[in-house]
T-cell receptor, first 113, second 116 residues
């Protein structure tokens, strides 16, 4: 059972480049979300989805885009990377009724130069 | 303004002793609290939770205490083991407005080191 799979594990971008962080889960979870982790800031919610075709903004959505075309996949797009987006990104999923008990992927370390 | 605060960035304890990790919150609407554990190069994993209708929840070596009047919760690990060395995140959630999904607000984490 793979759980939540994130790719890539590491990525270096130049300012202004775009890219997509991939996230897939095989647990048939309705709820999926993206967090970023920064030193001294904990984990902050970027975007989330409660099911296919439904997405909503979290605490820090600016500069990011998401879509949820299937239950399994929830990609995060950086439209025009900025140094402030240097962070560790985590995808997480859960059953809708217990969406606080999140299952996290192993993270993507992103550096924007 | 951080609604969930973990004021101790790090904590070191001896193997076999008790580890106490603390967490404070400011939002009185929070009614469900969780602790997550994170090892390097891995994602956080759920450890233990507590509802606001309780003041204590126990799971093996881990116990979470909730003091609603002080808006404070703590995680006790007894006895501490070297494998417990990790970053521990406190998190809280409240009922979403207009039926929206409940979301977690995380603290900044505490690095626990258990010395052999």
């Amino acid at each position: 059972n793979a759980g939540v799979t994130q790719t890539p594990k590491f990525q270096v971008l130049k300012t202004g480049q775009s890219m997509t962080l991939q996230c897939a889960q095989d647990m048939n979870h309705e709820y999926m979300s993206w967090y970023r982790q920064d030193p001294g800031m904990g984990l902050r919610l970027i975007h989330y989805s409660v099911g296919a075709g439904i997405t909503d903004q979290g605490e820090v959505p600016n500069g990011y885009n998401v879509s949820r075309s299937t239950t399994e996949d929830f990609p995060l797009r950086l439209l025009s990377a900025a140094p402030s987006q240097t962070s560790v990104y985590f995808c997480a999923s859960s059953y809708q009724k217990t969406n606080e008990k999140l299952f996290f992927g192993s993270g993507t370390q992103l550096s924007v130069l | 303004d951080q609604q969930v605060k973990q004021n101790s960035p790090s904590l070191s304890v001896q193997e076999g002793r008790i580890s106490i990790l603390n967490c404070d919150y400011t939002n009185s609407m929070f009614d469900y609290f969780l602790w997550y554990k994170k090892y390097p190069a891995e994602g956080p994993t759920f450890l233990i939770s507590i509802s606001s209708i309780k003041d204590k929840n126990e799971d093996g070596r881990f116990t979470v205490f909730l003091n609603k009047s002080a808006k404070h919760l703590s995680l006790h690990i007894v006895p501490s083991q070297p494998g417990d060395s990790a970053v521990y995140f406190c998190a809280a959630s409240a009922q979403g407005s207009s039926g929206s999904a409940r979301q977690l607000t995380f603290g900044s984490g505490t690095q626990l080191t258990v010395l052999p």
